[in-house]
């Protein structure tokens, strides 16, 4: 019985993980080709002086804030799967199991928020930059 009990909860995580990789709009795929190692993000944010180069970084923290948004959303359809499975509700680790989906959910949303502050306190910077450009010339 627990063996069956094991099988079936290791299913329903593979399914709804499966599931939720697939949901993914196009549009969050688009974000993340922005692919910077940590090195060259912090090398570019200690040199960023033009606004290509904030918007390069402003493009990073969206992409990071995409990704974020896309892996609570996974956490949130396991929270939704682990509730729905009525094999489940008597298991004591169900609650623990949610639990721990829901602080992935919470943090994963608060580092999104935080890389949305970032790209757009960066897209200012690459608008105030645009009347400190010299041109090529001089």
Not at 79 to 99: G, R
């Amino acid at each position: 019985m627990k063996r069956t009990f094991a099988v079936l909860s290791v299913a329903t995580l593979a399914f709804v993980m499966t599931v939720a990789a697939f949901a993914q709009t196009p549009s969050t795929q688009q974000t993340t080709t922005e692919h910077l190692s940590k090195q060259q993000l912090n090398t570019l944010i200690a040199s960023a002086k033009t606004p290509a180069e904030h918007e390069r970084i402003a493009r990073y923290y969206q992409a990071q804030a995409s990704d974020d948004l896309a892996h609570a959303k996974e956490h949130q359809a396991m929270i939704a799967a682990y509730k729905a499975n009525p094999t489940l509700s008597t298991n004591k680790n169900q609650a623990s199991t949610i639990t721990h989906c829901q602080h992935f959910v919470a943090q994963l949303q608060a580092q999104a928020a935080n890389s949305q502050n970032l790209a757009a306190q960066h897209d200012q910077m690459a608008r105030g930059a645009m009347g400190h450009v010299t041109p090529s010339g001089d």
